[in-house]
């Protein structure tokens, strides 16, 4: 039996919400988050390392595209920036 061929909803972003995107998430991008995880902060309305200190650690860690590298990466921002995850 052949399969249909459907594209995957998730991975096809229009060029409009690339562009909304790219005009939020610019400090995630100088500090080089990956794609994924740059959308996940914003669709959670996370713009700059500040914003993290509305967010627990376990609510950013469960965010759709959120990975372990970006995670670690927030955390070292965090640290030098002495700004902590909400309890």
């Not at 996370?46 to 595209?65: A, F, M, P, T």
Request: hydrophobic letters at 40%.
């Amino acid at each position: 039996m052949k399969k249909a061929n459907q594209p995957n909803q998730e991975l096809q972003i229009s060029q409009a919400e690339l562009d909304r995107y790219e005009k939020l998430d610019q400090e995630w991008r100088e500090y080089g988050i990956a794609a994924p995880a740059r959308r996940a902060l914003v669709d959670a309305k996370l713009y700059k390392v500040s914003d993290l200190r509305k967010i627990s650690q376990s609510d950013l860690e469960g965010l759709h595209g959120m990975g372990k590298s970006a995670i670690a990466r927030l955390k070292v921002l965090m640290n030098a920036k002495k700004i902590e995850f909400r309890p």
